[in-house]
């Protein structure tokens, strides 16, 4: 099995087939996405006690930093659209 950031064992981008781009280990976004998911779980054990998802405390953390904001400007603060938002908010 190819290692993370080893290019599947080539020396050259260039020298890897088209369709190895596809394979999951050569994907930047998904050891991204794994990151992403271990920092979300790591502030859970904290969360959890005050019933706050990531998503509300990072909210709540905006309006603490920001003070009011409509819900355009928080969701470009949090990259988050109103989809997201206006049910959390409600």
Avoid at 12 to 22: H, I, S, T
Avoid at 42 to 59: C, E, F, G, S
């Amino acid at each position: 099995m190819a290692k993370i950031g080893t290019l599947a064992g080539y020396q050259r981008v260039e020298d890897m087939p088209a369709d190895d781009f596809l394979l999951l280990e050569n994907q930047l976004g998904f050891p991204l996405y794994v990151v992403a998911k271990e920092i979300v779980n790591a502030y859970r054990v904290h969360l959890d006690p005050l019933n706050l998802t990531y998503t509300q405390y990072i909210v709540m953390m905006a309006l603490w930093q920001y003070g009011e904001l409509s819900v355009k400007e928080l969701g470009q603060v949090l990259r988050l659209d109103s989809g997201t938002l206006t049910p959390l908010l409600k």
